[in-house]
């Protein structure tokens, strides 16, 4: 199984700020994810990284608010732009499409984010 | 749109009694189905894939059960320990890897 890493773990933050979460991966993997999991409830695709283009969003999700970069096969950042009170989550990134387990999906340990 | 339902949302049990867990998908014409384990505040932990193809797939005490044509998949405990209190959540991808999640079950084993 893949081993992913989350920059941050954890942080509080200020409304009208931005917070960049890294995520990096032990091996090169096809596809790579960003899920948001509000307070009590299950997880939202935000987006799919592409490598070297610009992200898929889900309906709902903007590029102004959550721009994602992704280098690379190993690395992904998500940016939640102008925070406000409602963009406390648990921000998880997830991957699939390496090594023998192809379609099988491995999270993130998850960026637990206060906004205050 | 692929929609997952689990049931039920909590569960209590014993230490050691075997737990039973029922995941329900609307669109057949699925890839495969994973299980996964949350702890709070926590990441996903991968338990159990299986493939669209498979009846069955075991790890340790676990063990997920898949009936595609009724939409319908089942993960079995067995000999419930208090470490495997958690939130089990299951998934589905669409063709291109995006997952849809359940809204999850809270296990709470009591020692």
């Known amino acids: 199984s893949a081993v992913i890493s989350q920059k941050p773990s954890r942080d509080i933050c200020q409304r009208g700020t931005s917070l960049t979460i890294q995520c990096q991966v032990d091996?090169?993997?096809?596809?790579m994810f960003w899920y948001r999991q509000q307070p009590g409830q299950s997880l939202t695709l935000i987006a799919t990284?592409?490598?070297?283009?610009?992200?898929?969003?889900e309906s709902g999700f903007v590029i102004d608010k959550f721009p994602i970069s992704r280098p690379n096969l190993t690395f992904s950042t998500l940016t939640v732009s102008n925070m406000s009170p409602e963009d406390s989550s648990i921000y998880l990134c997830?991957?699939?499409?390496?090594?023998?387990?192809?379609?099988?999906?491995?999270f993130g340990p998850g960026t637990r984010l206060t906004v205050l | 749109k692929q929609e997952v339902t689990q049931i039920p949302a909590a569960l209590s049990v014993p230490e050691g009694e075997n737990l039973v867990l029922n995941c329900s998908f609307t669109?057949?014409?699925?890839?495969?189905l994973q299980w996964f384990r949350q702890d709070p505040g926590k990441g996903l932990t991968s338990l159990l894939l299986i493939q669209s193809s498979q009846r069955e797939q075991t790890s340790g005490r676990l063990n997920a059960s898949l009936d595609k044509s009724s939409g319908r998949s089942t993960l079995y405990i067995a000999a419930s320990q208090p470490g495997d209190s958690a939130t089990y959540l299951c998934?589905?991808?669409?063709?291109?890897?995006?997952?849809?999640f359940g809204a999850g079950t809270t296990v709470t084993v009591r020692a």
């Open positions: 998934a589905v991808p669409s063709n291109d890897y995006k997952l849809s």
């Open positions: 669109d057949s014409a699925i890839y495969n």
């Open positions: 091996s090169q993997v096809t596809m």
């Open positions: 997830s991957v699939a499409g390496g090594g023998r387990s192809y379609n099988e999906q491995f």
């Open positions: 990284a592409n490598q070297g283009s610009e992200a898929t969003y």
